[in-house]
């Protein structure tokens, strides 16, 4: 049965204060152009999702999967059959050359590569055991996003947006922040697009190191003329509303013009990290020489001052070194020299993050905020070539933090070579399934009707990981 | 569904039916009525078997009862009903799936109220219940849906007010608004329904001329022939044509990693184009979409020369593809999937694609339907199809064909009278002692090289014979084990081949066929043995030769060929990109060899097959120019195949004694085999010898050496052949195996159950196609067959719903259950009808819509229509809309008369679309969109407001009407504004608001504001400063004294350079030996380098230089030049550098520059302001960590940056340039214009004070700011320090003032000027953009 009428009254009082006039517009469980009451279908944990999307398959046996067979079989071959690999060239098992100790309370083992990220262990909830289709970047990603491999299928963030609408008229609800040393991932910027849904909830991608983060964002006139002339469009628009059987369309259209001139402030606004202090600079390391953390630690400081100005979804884009084929669209794709690579790509990222989870703990923001660490796959424990490693779809690991996930716990496992996921096998679909849920909504039952079939997030799949949360 | 038809395979069942309290009447009820919803749509999750949702099953009486879904007898009760009724307290069912019909609920409701006999008595067994869901019952059921009867011819119901006897369409549409109550609005104006009219048509607004014509004589005569110039034009098609693309997905790339392009994708949008302007019957059209390649009767374009229907097929190729993709069956499922989805949905409304993994949930679809597509699809393949037209592919091929004959003839017994010559060069023949053919034993030539000097010639001999033969058993014997092995030198073996293009011909060539070169000093290109080669007439043929599919099992396969610009590969499941590492293609020599096409082993178990293409036809990347292969095998199997040739024992059984037997018996082959070549009976081994005798010019072919009439004929030939086109290509289908697929389980790959024979949907009837052939084109009959009900009412659904905004059926996609029934069911019908019976003609059926009284009415709707019918189903009003995103943007660029080519042809790249087009909800080409979103997003607005289009176009419309002699005053030139922009003038009011808007003065007083800020901000800043200065400086005095004591004066200043140009007489290095030399326009005049836009280059570094410092003493001609070098140190290529750059990144600035950009920032600083009156020195310090400093006159410039990695120049490799920021050619916007006086060059980093000194001349030291602090009393200390505090945040605010008031200056300068300010608006405007 449907949720009832006191659950929909508590839900109303929950969000009255916070739910736009954008959000009105989004609905659940309607087919386009239907209209129906919004609705949570039960209480939410967490209001807005960072995503910190490691582009290129950041490695799990390096990092929050340990493996200590690897140590003991280092050098020799495989003891199993591999599946096909992307680059073909299969080399003997490598040890991670990173150590990993149990850390917080929990006793968590996490390798000495994310040191900072490390000492967050009881903050972590873990998936040892995440799987994917796909052993090529570009569906990688979009199967990550969308959990279909190509273009065409509204992205996670879309998703979300178009079941929450955004919180703040001045901003999209679903931002995607990248800087001068990363650039979009393999597929393009339709890994973050609405698809069949709404425009409006497409990902807005918010260039950080240029003087225009959003396309045609800067005014292209005098303000006070821009004003004027906005003026005198509206003047003319509304005699033409009043002339034809579309006022509402005319109207809105006209309305949306005005939050463009707002977010010709908004977005300069929200960039401008100017006034924050030094103390907060210095925890995310915003001044830190090396110029791909330095850029990585403002993507993440601008992520929590999204999530504080109400934006639903916010994604992040590494930086690359260019070091073993990690490129700008895929700057942790280490298929040589993992050990730099890694390390350098590491260094950049685990100051900033456990600064975000500081931050936002700080602030009394971290259980509103589900935080998704992951990959489009993991990285093979043997070696490619004599120090990289290849694409591993088959097993590979992912953390949530905040947002109501119970930190400390780990799910599911890999075999013991962390070739494969054996135990409890996770899937995009149960990422998104559980995402969906600790924001109020049943992942079954967010769907939109569009060329013939009621689509979903999670297509035909998706189970919650409920051990993972509180 | 009777009862009589259910009985028919239920006999189990009924049997235990007792019956005995329930009336035949009640029983039929529910078997009629009941059972057949319960089966379909309950009982999968309401079963007793292995089932039940909420704990209750419904299949059978008792579980029914059990479960207190229904109350019998009260159905307003009985929970079953609320939730068919979707009643807000309890869960919607049938859960995910479409609200049952009124009737059926009726149907349950009455069910209760007698009390809901049921005969169903006992609990069903698993195969009962089986039965009961049989997909054929279902099937039929489904079937029931309106989309799926056969099509009606309705007489148009009379209408009572005469307008609406206008047309049938009226007549239809009138009867329905006045039944349900609506007054049918007034017509429009005569203005706006032209300007309807166009935009409709041909997506632009019309001239005024137009207009003013037309309203002042309004009739229905000069309507239609406005309607049909029009229809005419040549932008209808391109109006129209975009929105069928948009129903076949079109796009130029198949997105993912690296967006690879899809071969003359364009061709396709093209043809689209030209169909509808030609308005080709649609019948036509979609049997070209499918089959266009296959017709007996193709479409000619004369004028182009192309074969239209060719070009059909090209969606088929539109797919998205991953890249390098490691799982190939499930990459050909994706893509296969999506040619059946949009293909079905673009012409039928059915997502047959939906059926992939089981039955579809609610249309008449089976799973076997979905693998009989897949079947047809792929048993073609994707290719590239030569599309010339068949007069242009016969041109001079007969001429060709008789000249090769002469030819041959001539140069055969050319050679015969030259054989002697040809016996002396090869007796001198003795390579060299690393010759391939000494390695090659099986090479014609190998055994004169290795016998010619041999001491037992006959044992050699006999020797080498042996080799052979023994070679020729191993080669059985790995024929025998081979995984494949094919021959193409028998014409068996290449019947079963695949063959595409003008350079394949069905038969194989015999041996001796040779290609006569088409340029060159050679005749020829060669002489083969037997096999298939595609260039015997001519290297412009297209061919690409295919196999059937194998399974591949292991580790090696190879083809033996030749070719140029060529490739040959194999498939994995049809995969169509090439990509070097999983899915590469061998490249083809001009030599016959061996080519291993790689990764075999990786590809084991799945199903490969084989394909040579010329390189203009690959599928993945297409290679320009002439191309051809030759091919005589193919083989794939565990080891690697032994190379077996034809050597000179191969030739004759004979006796070789010594040298003089073995000329003898060369010269007896020899000619013999030019004889043979002659009358046409050589064979391989002799082709092979007489080749390697041209081929190493003891034969000669040299054109010049050749008698004049063969010349001549040679120079026949090539005119002839250079007088053929390079064919037109287009992306297609090419027909491969025929294939029926085996069905896969729940869609997996991993599941394979028996093939589906290729056949078309059961529901129009259970036909399979022919083994023989792929079966597209009876597909393409199916699909345009009177049994199918959907293609034609599908297709003027679409016509009509982007005539007015909204579909008969508005889900014009799906004509299935999810989608919605017509709202006039007989109109659509009957224009249907009419679609076929007049010709399948678009035009046709859009000119009686565009013809209607429906077409004319106002798009103004009285409140009593809206309160009755909110959405306009209607159709009491003409629907405005907003346009699609390509009308708004020809409509601007129209009113601009720019000359930008119209939206329709802007690349449709998957990973990088359009961001105007696609903000305007042009769609994501992936699958069918028959209907645009409609959305209202920011993004637009500031792509209006702050985009180029707008503001391009606004300044070009605005320069038009300013120069229009014509329109003097402002008020004329607003009223013509707005008849290019909205075919009416200005009303009063508009007039009088445009009137002010112009006339009220750019507000520029924030300008003013902030300049006086800025300055009160910049004084303020001096004050505090100036305190400081006063609070220091006697300090700072006295510490200074006491430095210049303890240095004395006299420190030499020689701050040891490397090296050291004064340019007073020479450009000499007076330190070390980088002398330099002048390129371009640069000289030595007056004690200085003369930059005009030439360079100065040294001689590279004697020592590898990574910690450095550059300085350089300049002066510029003026500042606004950019991006000129002063002093570069680079690579001597010009690649690598680190330069002194002005004014690059921003003007007037500084910046240092390096490659790619690496570091290329300018310096956080003022403008220059000085260098072009006086000299300034320049010095750049890069240290070893990356850090580099700049200092202008021994100050520094901004703060230091920091790069990842200094570059190092290392010795004899990098050289320093003066005037150039890099390069090798002085030049461009590298050049700097000014003078340079004095440069030093320095192997460390010099410090601040060095710098200091090297710009007074005298060395100082330094007096820091801590020693001052620390010097002075504690009083004025604290006061300094609390100085600072203030100093910090006044130059902040003054930076910030600084940088607000550029801005606003920069916005100033950018903003619309004059007329542009009004023309931008009016762009802006709703009414520009909307058809109303």
């Not at chain 1, 979300?160 to 979009?184: C, M």
């Not at chain 2, 406005?226 to 040549?234: A, G, Q, R, T």
């Not at chain 2, 080669?475 to 595409?500: C, S, V």
């Not at chain 2, 091919?631 to 004979?654: D, Q």
Request: contains cysteine; proline residues 5%; negative net charge.
């Amino acid at each position: 049965m449907s949720i009832n009428n006191q659950t929909r009254r508590q839900f109303a009082k929950l969000t009255s204060a916070g739910l736009s006039g954008l959000s009105l517009s989004s609905l659940i469980n309607s087919a386009a152009g239907e209209t129906s009451t919004p609705t949570l279908h039960h209480l939410p944990k967490a209001k807005s999702v960072i995503f910190l999307y490691m582009s290129g398959g950041i490695s799990h046996v390096d990092t929050f999967d340990p493996k200590p067979l690897l140590k003991k079989l280092h050098g020799q071959p495989m003891p199993v059959p591999l599946e096909r690999t992307q680059f073909d060239a299969n080399g003997n098992i490598q040890a991670s050359p990173w150590d990993f100790k149990p850390r917080g309370q929990s006793g968590i083992e996490i390798t000495d590569m994310l040191p900072k990220i490390a000492e967050r262990a009881d903050d972590l909830a873990i998936v040892r055991s995440m799987t994917a289709k796909f052993s090529e970047h570009a569906q990688g990603n979009f199967f990550m996003h969308s959990g279909f491999p190509f273009l065409g299928y509204p992205s996670a963030g879309a998703w979300v947006n178009y079941a929450l609408g955004s919180e703040n008229h001045n901003l999209p609800g679903f931002v995607v922040l990248r800087s001068e040393k990363s650039s979009i991932p393999h597929g393009g910027v339709s890994i973050f697009g609405n698809a069949f849904l709404p425009a409006t909830h497409q990902g807005s991608i918010f260039n950080i190191s240029g003087n225009q983060a959003v396309p045609n964002i800067a005014p292209s006139m005098l303000k006070t003329e821009q004003r004027r002339s906005l003026d005198l469009i509206s003047q003319l628009d509304l005699k033409f509303s009043d002339r034809i059987a579309a006022r509402d369309a005319v109207t809105s259209s006209i309305q949306n013009a005005e939050t463009a001139f707002q977010m010709q402030e908004a977005v300069p606004e929200l960039t401008d990290i100017s006034k924050e202090t030094d103390s907060i600079k210095k925890l995310y390391g915003i001044d830190d020489p090396d110029q791909q953390k330095s850029e990585y630690a403002k993507q993440c400081l601008i992520a929590r001052r999204l999530v504080e100005r109400g934006v639903r979804f916010v994604e992040l884009s590494c930086c690359s070194y260019g070091i073993g084929g990690g490129n700008g669209a895929n700057p942790w794709d280490q298929h040589g020299d993992i050990k730099k690579g890694h390390g350098a790509m590491a260094n950049q990222i685990d100051q900033p993050i456990a600064a975000l989870i500081q931050d936002l703990k700080a602030r009394g923001l971290f259980d509103d905020t589900l935080i998704v660490f992951t990959g489009e796959f993991g990285r093979t424990p043997f070696a490619q070539g004599s120090n990289g490693r290849d694409h591993d779809p088959y097993g590979f690991s992912l953390w949530l933090a905040g947002g109501g996930t119970k930190g400390g716990t780990i799910h599911g496992a890999t075999d013991d070579l962390g070739y494969k996921a054996i135990t409890n096998t996770a899937t995009v679909y149960d990422l998104w399934a559980t995402v969906l849920h600790q924001l109020g909504i049943n992942h079954e039952k967010l769907t939109f009707r569009w060329g013939g079939r009621d689509l979903r997030l999670t297509d035909v799949h998706g189970e919650v990981w409920h051990s993972l949360l509180s | 569904m009777t009862f009589k038809k259910l009985s028919a395979f239920l006999p189990a069942f009924l049997q235990l039916v007792s019956a005995t309290e329930l009336t035949s009447d009640q029983i039929e009820f529910f078997e009629s009525k009941i059972r057949p919803i319960l089966a379909e749509s309950c009982y999968e999750c309401h079963n007793s078997i292995d089932k039940s949702k909420g704990d209750f099953a419904l299949d059978y009486k008792q579980a029914l009862l059990d479960s207190e879904i229904i109350v019998p007898g009260k159905p307003d009760e009985s929970p079953l009903i609320l939730a068919l009724k979707h009643d807000e307290d309890y869960e919607a069912m049938p859960s995910k799936s479409p609200k049952l019909s009124n009737l059926t609920i009726k149907h349950f409701e009455d069910w209760i109220r007698m009390g809901a006999p049921d005969p169903r008595d006992q609990k069903p067994t698993k195969e009962t219940l089986e039965n009961e869901v049989n997909w054929d019952s279902v099937r039929d059921q489904r079937s029931q849906w309106w989309s799926f009867q056969p099509i009606q011819n309705p007489t148009p119901p009379e209408a009572s007010n005469p307008e609406w006897n206008h047309s049938s369409i009226d007549q239809f549409v009138f009867e329905k608004m006045t039944a349900a109550g609506l007054t049918p609005e007034p017509q429009t104006t005569p203005e706006n329904l032209i300007r309807r009219l166009h935009l409709i048509l041909i997506g632009q607004p019309p001239a005024p001329e137009t207009v003013s014509t037309f309203s002042e004589h309004p009739t229905q005569e000069a309507y239609e022939k406005i309607v049909d110039k029009l229809l005419n034009s040549p932008r209808f098609g391109e109006r129209w044509g975009r929105y069928w693309l948009d129903w076949f997905r079109y796009a130029e790339t198949h997105g993912s990693e690296g967006d690879p392009a899809i071969p003359y994708a364009s061709q396709y949008r093209d043809y689209v184009i030209r169909a509808l302007n030609a308005d080709i019957p649609y019948d036509q059209l979609l049997h070209e979409h499918l089959a266009g390649d296959l017709l007996d009767k193709p479409r000619i374009n004369k004028d182009l020369g192309l074969n239209e229907s060719a070009i059909g097929t090209g969606h088929l190729r539109m797919v998205p593809l991953g890249f390098g993709v490691t799982d190939a069956y499930q990459e050909q499922i994706s893509f296969t999937d999506n040619q059946v989805d949009a293909l079905t949905k673009a012409t039928m409304g059915m997502t047959v694609s939906c059926a992939r993994c089981h039955n579809h949930k609610f249309d008449p679809i089976s799973q076997a339907d979905f693998y009989k597509f897949y079947g047809v699809m792929i048993s073609s393949r994707h290719g590239t199809l030569n599309i010339d037209s068949p007069e242009l592919k016969k041109k001079n091929r007969a001429e060709l064909t008789q000249l090769k004959t002469a030819i041959k003839d001539e140069l055969a017994n050319h050679w015969l009278s030259q054989l002697e010559q040809a016996l002396a060069n090869f007796e001198k023949f003795q390579g060299n002692p690393a010759d391939e053919i000494r390695k090659q034993e099986d090479h014609p030539l190998h055994a004169w090289l290795h016998l010619r000097d041999h001491q037992n010639l006959a044992k050699e001999w006999d020797h080498l014979t042996q080799n052979h033969h023994s070679r020729l058993t191993q080669k059985k014997e790995a024929i025998d084990k081979a995984t494949f092995y094919a021959d193409l030198r028998e014409q068996e073996h290449y019947d079963r081949w695949f063959k595409n293009g003008t350079g394949l011909s069905s038969k194989v060539a015999p041996a001796g066929a040779f290609a006569v070169a088409p340029e060159g000093d050679r005749a020829l290109t060669g002489i083969y043995p037997r096999g298939i080669y595609t260039h015997l007439l001519s290297s412009k043929d297209n061919a690409t030769l295919g196999s059937i599919f194998h399974k591949a099992k292991g580790t090696h396969t190879s083809v033996h060929a030749i070719g140029q610009n060529a490739t040959a590969r194999f498939s994995a499941r049809s995969y169509p990109l090439s990509q070097g590492l999983l899915h590469p293609a061998s490249g083809l020599n001009d030599n016959f060899a061996w080519v291993n096409l790689g990764k075999y082993d990786y590809w084991n178990n799945e199903q490969v097959f084989y394909q040579l293409v010329t390189g203009p036809d690959q599928t993945f990347s297409n290679t320009p120019g002439r191309a051809w292969f030759g091919i005589t095998e193919i083989f794939a199997g565990e080891t690697k195949f032994p190379n077996v040739g034809h050597p000179a024992t191969s030739l004759k059984s004979t006796t070789i004694e010594n040298r003089g037997n073995l000329l003898a018996f060369y010269r007896q082959q020899l000619q013999d085999a030019i004889t043979r070549w002659q009358g046409n009976s050589l064979d391989d081994s002799h082709t092979v010898l007489l080749e390697s005798f041209r081929k190493q010019s003891f034969l000669t072919d040299q054109l010049t050496s050749l008698p004049t009439s063969l010349q001549e004929k040679i120079a026949t030939y090539r005119a002839l052949e250079a007088s053929l086109r390079v064919p037109a290509r287009a992306p297609g289908l090419i027909e491969g195996e025929p294939w029926d697929q085996p069905l896969l389980v729940r869609g997996s790959h991993k599941d394979e159950k028996d093939p589906v024979a290729r056949g078309f949907l059961e529901v129009f009837g259970a036909n399979t196609y022919s083994k023989e052939n792929s079966g597209r084109l009876e597909l393409a009959h199916d699909l345009t067959s009177p049994k199918n009900t959907l293609t034609t009412r599908l297709l003027v659904n679409r016509l009509w719903h982007h005539t007015f905004g909204r579909g008969l059926v508005s889900s014009t996609d799906n004509f299935g259950r999810l989608g919605k029934p017509p709202s006039h069911p007989e109109l659509l019908d009957h224009l249907a009808t009419r679609f076929k019976n007049e010709g399948w003609s678009l035009k046709k059926t859009l000119r009686e819509l565009v013809t209607s009284r429906t077409f004319f009415s106002s798009s103004q709707v009285s409140s009593l229509n809206r309160e009755k019918d909110p959405a306009n189903l209607y159709l009491s009003h003409f629907p405005p809309r907003r346009l699609d995103a390509e009308a708004i943007q020809d409509s601007m660029n129209f009113v601009a008369d720019s000359d930008a080519k119209p939206a329709v042809y802007t690349r449709i790249i998957r990973n990088n679309l359009d961001p105007f087009l696609t903000a305007f909800n042009a769609p994501i080409p992936t699958t069918t969109v028959g209907v645009r979103d409609d959305t209202n997003v920011p993004a637009q607005s500031l792509m209006l407001l702050n985009g180029d289009l707008t503001r391009q176009n606004a300044e070009s419309w605005a320069r038009k009407i300013e120069q229009n002699p014509v329109l003097k005053s402002p008020e004329s030139q607003i009223k013509q504004l707005f008849l290019e922009a909205y075919s009416r003038p200005p009303s009063k009011d508009e007039l009088a608001a445009c009137l002010t808007f112009l006339n009220t003065p750019t507000d520029s007083s924030k300008i003013d504001t902030l300049t006086t800020e800025a300055q009160r901000a910049r004084t303020h800043l001096d004050q505090l400063q100036e305190s400081r200065h006063q609070l220091t400086a006697a300090t700072r005095a006295k510490l200074e004294a006491q430095a210049k004591l303890n240095h004395a004066d006299h420190e030499p200043l020689d701050l040891k350079p490397i090296a050291q140009w004064d340019f007073e007489n020479d450009t000499l290095d007076s330190i070390g030996a980088l002398h330099g030399d002048i390129r371009g326009q640069a000289s030595l005049t007056d004690g200085a380098l003369v930059l005009q836009s030439g360079a100065l280059f040294t001689k590279p570094l004697s020592a590898t230089l990574t910690e450095r410092s550059f300085e350089v003493l300049v002066q510029l001609d003026d500042l606004t030049q950019t991006g000129g070098g002063a002093m570069t140190l680079q690579s001597l290529d010009g690649n690598i550098f680190d330069s002194i750059v002005f004014g690059e990144l921003s003007p007037r600035r500084w910046l240092s520059g390096s490659e790619l950009h690496r570091r290329t920032k300018p310096f956080e600083t003022q403008d220059e302001d000085l260098a072009h009156q006086e000299p300034v020195r320049l010095i750049y310090t890069y240290q070893k960590d990356g850090t580099i400093h700049a200092y202008r006159n021994g100050k520094p410039l901004g703060k230091p940056i920091r790069m990842d990695q200094p570059i190092t120049y290392q010795a004899g490799k990098a050289q320093i340039v003066f005037g150039l920021r890099h390069g090798t050619n002085p030049g461009g916007g590298r050049s700097l214009i000014g003078r340079i006086f004095e440069a030093r060059l320095y192997d460390r980093a010099l410090t601040e004070e060095e710098v200091m000194a090297a710009n007074t001349g005298r060395m100082i030291h330094l007096i820091r700011d801590q020693e001052i602090l620390a010097a002075l009393p504690e009083k004025a200390g604290t006061q300094v320090i609390a100085l600072d505090q203030k100093i910090a945040a006044a130059t902040q605010s003054t930076d910030d003032l600084t940088a607000k008031l550029h801005a606003q200056q920069q916005s100033l300068s950018n903003s619309p000027k004059g007329l542009s300010r009004l023309t931008h608006a009016l762009l802006n405007s709703k009414e520009l953009i909307y058809v109303h």
